[in-house]
């Protein structure tokens, strides 16, 4: 049931890239996704959420240029990252939980630089 991510790599300032988490099992949707990051000698932080109902949260920094969304049927989260940043840079980590339930991914790397 451990979230898969995908997507990661470098690109140049100001272009994009689409993360993607795939967990398996058959009750997806009663799960909260979530996108988390954590840069070097950084705390790790909430970049975006998705709650099973659909409902959106996204941190100050990413607002207007991140998109996070959820597919139940194929049980996946996706964050859509726009207008990057070179502070975007970090590992980039999937969470899912329900109740008292938790599961992270290993993380995947991404890098904003020239």
């Known amino acids: 049931v451990q979230p898969v991510e995908s997507g990661g790599g470098l690109v140049q300032p100001g272009g994009s890239l689409r993360l993607s988490c795939a967990q398996s099992?058959?009750?997806?949707?009663?799960?909260?996704m979530g996108w988390y990051r954590q840069a070097p000698g950084k705390q790790r932080e909430l970049v975006a959420s998705?709650?099973?109902?659909?409902?959106?949260k996204y941190a100050d920094s990413v607002k207007d240029r991140f998109t996070i969304s959820r597919d139940n049927a194929k049980n996946t989260v996706a964050l859509q990252m726009n207008s990057l940043k070179p502070e975007d840079t970090a590992v980039y980590f999937c969470?899912?939980?329900?109740?008292?339930?938790?599961?992270w991914g290993q993380g995947t790397q991404v890098t904003v630089s020239s």
């Open positions: 969470r899912s939980n329900w109740g008292s339930v938790e599961y």
């Open positions: 099992g058959s009750l997806f949707n009663r799960f909260d």
């Open positions: 998705i709650e099973r109902g659909g409902a959106t």
